[in-house]
């Protein structure tokens, strides 16, 4: 009878704590945000943070807006429940990085001014190619807002000790799920439409230090609990996962081996390969972290931006690796999925019982725990606002101001559509999001990848780097590309047919992979070239110019 007492007072304190530290966050926040704000004058300095950000600065934020929802709690529950298949969403995030800085950077910040877009119509006719590239970043964007908005529920309902059958605030488990979806909703359309791009950017900054210290404090207190002995982690965890030493070896999720059915076999390990692509190809197309690039004053701020990310995330990455094990070895695949299936709750379940052992019973689990789950609720929202500005930017400075008003239109109103376009941003995926909740965050995420790799990347790289390249060209890519990657996962396995489906009661799947990136990243750049090459426009001196701008800076905003 003590126990479950001691256990109620231990849960009450956890919920009390966590509700604490997470208002004293938000009012943080808000508070950056309104000070931002205040900041915020014109158009330069809503898209770009009136381009006064350092290589350091950015380089934080960029890390703020990378390290989602699915690094933390994805990434971590997917290392938990398969081992060593796991760790490549975390090897593929980090190599990325590498084609980011060495093809888009630097060139994108030299030839841009606030959105992706203003890259591709420098040399193009402007509307077509605009419209589709805000077309491509709502999407992309969408994707992504889905994971963190999916993390967000699920980590609410462990933070406030609501497991199936039980309540709170007399909301069950799922509704307390919704409702958590609608408030994050709700702060991050104001983040976006008060602060602008400063607010976001500093809400990020704050967010990266907060992350990498949580996560280095569980790291070294898992490396503790083993006394720094890798061996007798890895072992641990290879025999609480149930799965014994095929936890630790590749096929467990990704290329697995199914006995006399080569077709099958076949089609796992091209769903391995298609993950990969989309995963490596996938960050340099994506719009949230192209327009970071704008927010620096010169090309070299840039390439030191990326570099300070490439540092900050390579060493994130690498601590996912003990938060996974640690979290199959002390809390167990059983206990994991009983909290949450796609085993997204994974990190802040170490946490309580780490806290529990090092800091002392219910309560020190509970300290630890909503120390973590604050922090997460933290990585949510800085993401969810660096995408939301990402697509509202585009439906306001691509589509507005350059499609319907063809560039006649002030800076004031245009900042006001952006404002308007977050809202209905926000609105869309808190729908989408409510039905999404079966899916792990980082596959989420992989999905957001391949969109971005097939439609976006194509369309970048030929306008850099093509002289022959042309408006006919830009459409075809970004749109085959799109069409194809939304498409294949619409009649994926990820949609309908299967229990963890996102409408697991419908079949309507006939493609077998999970993740689109093998057929459509290549069908989008196959889709560039024909277009470019049906077509009969061609501007080598818009080119040139481009040329000159993107490698010099020359003319650059």
């Not at 009012?27 to 381009?51: E, V």
């Not at 229990?499 to 419908?506: E, K, L, W, Y």
């Amino acid at each position: 009878m003590n126990t479950v007492l001691a256990a109620e007072a231990g849960s009450t304190t956890a919920r009390n704590l966590t509700i604490a530290l997470f208002l004293v966050f938000v009012a943080a926040t808000l508070a950056i945000t309104i000070w931002a704000s205040r900041q915020t004058k014109t158009a330069t300095d809503f898209y770009a943070g009136g381009r006064s950000f350092s290589g350091f600065q950015n380089g934080m934020a960029i890390g703020g807006d990378y390290m989602s929802a699915a690094s933390f709690l994805g990434i971590a529950g997917l290392i938990a429940l398969y081992g060593y298949d796991g760790f490549l969403y975390s090897i593929g995030f980090l190599v990325a990085w590498l084609v980011a800085l060495l093809l888009v950077a630097e060139l994108l910040r030299n030839s841009g001014r606030y959105t992706m877009a203003d890259v591709l119509a420098f040399r193009m006719r402007q509307r077509p190619v605009r419209t589709a590239a805000a077309a491509s970043t709502i999407t992309v964007s969408i994707f992504y807002l889905l994971a963190q908005m999916v993390g967000a529920g699920a980590l609410v309902a462990l933070l406030l000790g609501i497991r199936p059958g039980t309540t709170f605030l007399g909301m069950d488990a799922d509704t307390a799920k919704v409702a958590t979806i609608i408030m994050v909703g709700a702060l991050m359309i104001i983040y976006v439409t008060v602060g602008g791009m400063k607010g976001t950017t500093y809400v990020q900054i704050v967010k990266a230090f907060l992350l990498m210290g949580g996560a280095l404090v569980m790291t070294l207190l898992v490396l503790a609990k083993y006394k720094f002995n890798l061996s007798s982690l890895l072992g641990d965890a290879a025999s609480s996962s149930g799965k014994g030493s095929a936890f630790l070896e590749p096929g467990l999720r990704y290329g697995v081996e199914v006995a006399g059915n080569a077709t099958q076999t076949f089609y796992n390990k091209m769903d391995l390969l298609s993950l990969g692509i989309a995963l490596v190809l996938g960050t340099a197309g994506l719009p949230h972290i192209l327009i970071r690039f704008y927010t620096v004053p010169t090309a070299k701020a840039a390439r030191k931006s990326v570099l300070w990310a490439i540092g900050i995330i390579g060493t994130f990455y690498l601590l996912t690796l003990a938060l996974g094990f640690g979290a199959a070895a002390l809390v167990g695949s059983k206990a994991i999925t009983a909290q949450d299936k796609a085993g997204n709750t994974a990190a802040p379940q170490l946490a309580e019982v780490l806290g529990a052992d090092f800091l002392g019973g219910d309560l020190g689990g509970a300290t630890l725990l909503a120390i973590i789950a604050a922090v997460a609720f933290a990585t949510i929202l800085a993401v969810v606002a660096g995408l939301t500005l990402a697509s509202s930017s585009s439906l306001a400075h691509d589509f507005y101001a350059n499609v319907i008003k063809n560039g006649q239109t002030s800076e004031r109103q245009e900042v006001r559509v952006a404002r308007i376009s977050a809202l209905v941003i926000g609105a869309v995926s808190i729908l989408l999001s409510i039905f999404a909740q079966n899916l792990n965050v980082a596959f989420l995420v992989a999905l957001a990848f391949a969109v971005a790799a097939s439609g976006n990347l194509p369309a970048i790289l030929y306008s850099l780097f093509w002289k022959r390249f042309n408006t006919s060209g830009a459409v075809w890519a970004i749109y085959g590309g799109l069409l194809s990657a939304v498409g294949l996962v619409f009649f994926s396995p990820v949609v309908s047919g299967l229990p963890t489906s996102m409408f697991p009661d419908h079949d309507w799947q006939w493609f077998p992979l999970s993740n689109p990136g093998i057929l459509s990243i290549p069908f989008g750049f196959l889709c560039g070239w024909l277009g470019t090459v049906l077509s009969k426009e061609s501007d080598e001196e818009k080119y040139a110019e481009l040329e000159v701008r993107a490698l010099t800076g020359a003319g650059a905003h």
